[in-house]
């Protein structure tokens, strides 16, 4: 295999991304990795090195991080280094200490296409903000993404395994087996680094390429090879199963209002029913689980309902009726990411990352404010999704400055709000968890401090 070339055929095919384009490289320093650095070196492209340095292994942890650097330099390239306390964040967020990783390292890289956050990243340089990021991922982690996919029952999606483009993280190697990228690292006499928990089992991504992968080796010898092509048929069937679902949602959903309407006999004369009524109901908080119930709805009387966490189905003569819980409609707001605008009741909420105002900090970043419409909070503290909704009653925080909590009831008593004021008053919670009474008070444990490095402004604009 001319891997350059393969290289260069499978980024044009995928259409992921154009030869003028600036570009991250995620770079651990194992063989995938230092192989990408080398093709898109060899391809011409613009590019630059991101490495995370989750502190999981000690010296071998050290040991990456310098290699990596080094690694820079043979190239040339700007390299942008992050340490992360992943332990630390695992136990905080009660995650594995792997997702706790892929967060972290996923958050940080979408973070770097933000120019105000890599401008303050401790580049030396000048950098433009990167159109893609790239990862090493190659065919032989898809092929396991995929059997692990199949045994946990993620259906068609799953099949499809990892997608060469998501967003803005482009995985060019994926048409690539592990041993093709070995071959081409000898070839080219490049060094790199071994990470020794990928010889432990623990971890199941581990086990499926130790143990379950050669094992169907042994009864298969084209099991790879068929399942590789599977991936890209899966792929396909994915795209034509959406369109077929789709073309049933347009003729079933008829929408008035915040409500969903859908005439109860068309849907009991489409087919298969099971799965149409599986992908209608999944966007509002419905399980795999409550399909049967949905189908018994079809045929019980006037009145009965069944209910997710966010949403009802109710049975209304002839019609299903899907609608937010009356308690909580158009009031609970989900906040994806911390460069969104969210538009609601009370007018507008701006989110943007900033970095904090440490020593050497550019004199652009700006001061804690003291307004009352603008929340400065710790970046790090927070996980996303957040929830922006009306308070209730029982609901509490740590005010700002206060070490202990207090009632949201008591602090309105407190600041003389009226009744009026009360029933417009928003918060938005992480985890259950307040972290600002838009417009009044932000929680103390979420406040900025010396050791802060990011800062997550939000802003209130009223109607």
Known sequence: MDLLQSFKDFTTKEHLFSPTDKLLLAVSGGVDSVVLCELCYQAGLDFIIAHCNFQLREDESERDEVFV?????????????????????????????????????YNWFRELTIPSVLSSAGSPIDLAPPHWILTAHHLDDNIETLLM????????????????????????????????????????????????????????????RHQVIPLVQQLYPGALHNLADNISRFREIEILYQQSVQQHKKKLL???????????????????????????????????????????????????????????ILKNRNWLIISAHPSIQSSTILI???????????????????????PGAPASVPKISTDPRIAQLDADAIRFPLLLRRWRQGDYFYPLGLEKKKKLGRFFIDNKLSLADKEKVWVIEMNKKIIWIVGLRIDNRFRITPQTARILKIESRMA
């Open 149 to 208: 996919n199949f045994f946990k029952g993620t259906g068609i999606a799953g099949l499809r395994a990892i997608l060469p483009r998501q967003g803005n993280i482009v995985r060019p190697l994926l048409f690539a087996p592990k041993e093709a990228l070995k071959e081409f690292a000898a070839v080219h006499h490049l060094s790199w680094v071994e990470d020794s928990s990928n010889e432990s089992d623990k971890y199941t991504r581990n086990y499926f």
């Open 254 to 312: 008829e929408y008035k209002g915040q409500e969903i309407h859908i005439p109860v006999l068309k849907l009991k004369k489409s087919m298969p029913l099971p799965t149409l009524v599986y992908e209608i109901i999944a966007g509002f908080g419905f399980s795999p689980q409550q399909v049967e119930g949905v189908i018994d709805l079809l045929d019980s009387e006037s009145g009965k309902y069944i209910r997710s966490s966010t949403h009802r």
């Open 336 to 358: 994806e990411s911390a460069d969104d605008k969210i538009i609601y009741e009370n007018g507008e909420l701006k989110l943007e990352l900033l970095a904090a105002a440490g």
């Open 69 to 105: 650097r080094q690694l820079a330099k043979k190239y040339n390239r700007e390299v942008l280094v992050r340490r992360m306390d992943t332990r630390s964040y695992a136990a905080t967020h009660k995650l594995s200490i792997q997702v706790a990783a892929r967060e972290l390292r």
